[in-house]
Structures are given as structure tokens and as C-alpha cells.
């Protein structure tokens, strides 16, 4: 039996928490409230009462820009650069490679070496087993993962990207990490564009793109759209 006098306040309880109390003359007093009796025992449980999570407004367009950015494919894309990066695009993977031609192969290795969360390393080395780029020894005393002729293409995107962060600074160091030299004659490798006929070196300025066989619709307006006027 719970008898409460009139203008009882019972205030905040914390989540969770029953209160018991057994006194007859007992008193719970709120703001500007006359004290109340209690007789017998008075038990009080307070069920889940928490806030209402916040949440982050979004419109239609942000709401769909979001959805875009998580599934959107360069599958369909008739563009070579698009279609490696559907396979190598993510900046995991192409750490995960420059290790790999650094000659690691051990999953702990690489894992160490990048920093990358171990489910993470295990999804990427997943992906590009069944993309072909690299594969994987399955004997016990095998050595782990190694890059496939197609994973070893990759050494001269690698090398684009390391020349390009040395020239711009990007190693975030007072020098570059890493210099890479001829084995025979010890001088240091650069790379650079050749003419596939004479061997020649070509500057950027020098080059011209031409629609190719498998230039779709878009190819052929980047084609021309690049074009100086």
C-alpha cells in the first residue's frame, strides 16, 4: 500500500536504479512542493527513460550524394584508368602493393607495415586475390602473398606516385624515404615516357590522344572537349 500526500515530487531517478524506502515518515520534496508522507514500503522503478538519440538532418540531395559515394562503380565506365581503379583505386590496396614489391609477403608483415586494422588487410587481400593481382601459397610453410604479372604492372603506377610525392614534398620528411638505383651501373632510376618505336624520351608536352578502338560516346567528348581551342 502507497499512500502519498498531495504535491508529491518524486524527481530524477537514475536509469536502472530502483529506489526502496521504508520509513513511515519519509519525504520526497521537489521545487516549491509541500513534503509528502509515505506508509509502508514504497517501491519506485523507473523503466528506460533516456533522451531520444540526436540525429543529423539531412535533405533528398544529401540523403542520394551519400548513397552515391558508398555504391557507386566505375564497372560501367569505358575508360581504362576508371577500370583500374575499380580494382586498385582504394588507398589501402596500393599500400598493400607498394609492400609487395618491396618483397613483404607475410600477412602479420603487412599488417605491421601498413598499420591497416586486420580485417580491413584480410578484406583487400580477398579482393585483389580474386581480381588476379596477387595470390596466395597455400602450404603450411609457404611464404604468404605475391604479386601475380598483373600485380607486377603495377610497379610503374607505384613509381609514378612515389616520384610524384618526392617532387611535391609529400613524404612529410626532410628527404624522400626511398631511392631507387640501377643494380648494374648504380645510377638512380627515373621513370619517363618513351616513343614505343625509337626508344625516345617524350616530354608531356609532346603527346597527343587519339580516340581508340574501344572509345565510347564519353571518351570521344573528353576527346574533344580537352582539345585546345
Known sequence: MLTMGRGAYLGNVPEGEPTTTSSSTACLQGPLLSPCTVEGTMIIIVTDCRPAARFRQTTPDTEKTQV????RSFADM????AGALELVGDRWTLLIVRDLLFGL???DDLQKSTGIPPQTLADRLRRLEASKVITK?????AKGYVLTEMGRDL???ITALREWGDRWQLHGTVGPPVEVFDAHSGSPVQLAMVASETGQRVHRNQLV???GPGADELMQFRLRAGRPE
Open 209 to 211: 590522344r587519339k580516340p
Open 78 to 81: 569505358s575508360c581504362s584508368i
Open 155 to 157: 610497379l610503374t603506377v
Open 68 to 71: 552515391t559515394m558508398r555504391t
Open 137 to 141: 601459397h597455400r602450404a603450411p610453410a
Open 105 to 107: 609477403s607475410r600477412f
